[in-house]
Every structure is written in structure tokens, then in C-alpha cells.
């Protein structure tokens, strides 16, 4: 394993940490450390997913268009009540599926 090379400031917080009794040794501190960082790299990763998902679908034409937020909004209840009586029946339907493609 590699020497890690810690600013003081890294150093005093760890120490703090410790010393607070958050944390039993510096070793705990930097576990909880790297496992926010993979934690939250793995959600940016899912975000950019998403994002291009998106993207992708704009492109592509896959697009809703809806005349008021009253329509958007019955759209929405529509598609939750398709999704518990999927759950309910024990079938699971993409979103895809779910919903019927208006332009």
C-alpha cells in the first residue's frame, strides 16, 4: 500500500475526529471518507446516465408535449396508478411501456 501524505489541516480534522470519538482510529476516518467519495462518484455517474438518457430521447423525438400543468399533472397520477397495480399484479412494466407517447 502506498504512504498517504496528509495538509495539516487534513491531519487536525482527522485528529478531531478521533478525538471526538466519531471515529475509533485515523484508518476509520479514511474508510468513511472513500466511502462518501465512491457513494457520491457512483450517483454523478447516474446523473450523467440519466442526463443522457434524456438527451437521447429529445433526439431521437421521444418527447411529451402538454398544454396545461393540469394535464402534466393527470399524466403523472396516470402513470403512478400503472405502476401500484403492476406492483400490485406482481408485473413490472418499464416507463416506456407504462406510457402512451403524445406530441
Do not use: Y
Amino acid at each position: 500500500m502506498p504512504e498517504i501524505h496528509l495538509s495539516e489541516q487534513d491531519e487536525k480534522f482527522i485528529e478531531e475526529q478521533v478525538a471526538a470519538g466519531i471515529f475509533k482510529d485515523a484508518d476509520a476516518v479514511i474508510s468513511a471518507g472513500l466511502r462518501l467519495l465512491g457513494s457520491k462518484e457512483g450517483r454523478f455517474v447516474e446523473l450523467q446516465r440519466l442526463i443522457q438518457e434524456g438527451l437521447d430521447d429529445l433526439e431521437a423525438g421521444r418527447v411529451m408535449e402538454f398544454s396545461t400543468a393540469d394535464d402534466l399533472t393527470a399524466h403523472i397520477i396516470k402513470l403512478a396508478e400503472e405502476q401500484n397495480e403492476a406492483k400490485a399484479s406482481g408485473g413490472h412494466r418499464s416507463g416506456a411501456e407504462r406510457s402512451s407517447r403524445r406530441s
